[in-house]
């Protein structure tokens, strides 16, 4: 007695065909997951190098251009009151004075801006 059991093969050629294609959609998941991760890092790395630039002009500020732009101002007001300058060379300290503060507010704007964009690409608080 024989017995003869009929699968038919284009069900196992269906099933091979979908294991492939499933294969390669993870293969092209996998690829766009390491694409995004290395941008992820390169932003990050950017950014980072933004956020250290922008704190040493904070700090160079702090510690010696504000001191200095306080001091010219100074001196150029005790000059012009003596009247040892004009005043179109008292408006140059002003002006030297008001660009300095201009560029320190600009360096904290740098830097914050720089603090949230770590945080957004990082989605955590930094301090």
Same mark, same amino acid.
């Given at each position: 007695?024989?017995?003869?059991?009929g699968?038919?093969?284009?069900?196992w050629w269906?099933?091979?065909?979908?294991?492939k294609?499933?294969?390669?959609?993870l293969?092209i998941?996998?690829?766009?997951e390491?694409?995004?991760?290395?941008k992820l890092?390169n932003?990050?790395?950017v950014?980072?190098?933004?956020?250290?630039?922008s704190?040493? %002009?904070?700090?160079?500020?702090?510690? %010696?251009?504000l001191?200095?732009?306080d001091?010219?101002?100074? %001196?150029?007001?005790?000059?012009?009151?003596?009247?040892?300058i004009?005043?179109?060379?008292?408006?140059?300290?002003?002006?030297?004075?008001?660009?300095?503060?201009?560029?320190?507010?600009?360096?904290?704007?740098?830097?914050? %801006?720089?603090?949230?964009?770590?945080?957004?690409l990082?989605?955590?608080?930094l301090?």
């Amino acid at each position: 007695m024989e017995i003869r059991l009929g699968i038919p093969l284009w069900f196992w050629w269906e099933q091979s065909g979908n294991i492939k294609e499933s294969d390669y959609e993870l293969k092209i998941a996998s690829s766009e997951e390491t694409g995004f991760r290395k941008k992820l890092e390169n932003e990050i790395n950017v950014t980072f190098g933004e956020y250290e630039n922008s704190l040493r %002009q904070l700090k160079f500020f702090n510690d %010696q251009a504000l001191n200095e732009a306080d001091e010219i101002l100074r %001196q150029s007001k005790i000059s012009y009151d003596e009247g040892a300058i004009g005043y179109v060379e008292y408006l140059q300290a002003l002006n030297i004075a008001y660009e300095t503060r201009t560029q320190y507010l600009k360096s904290i704007y740098n830097y914050n %801006q720089s603090i949230i964009k770590l945080e957004k690409l990082t989605s955590g608080d930094l301090k």
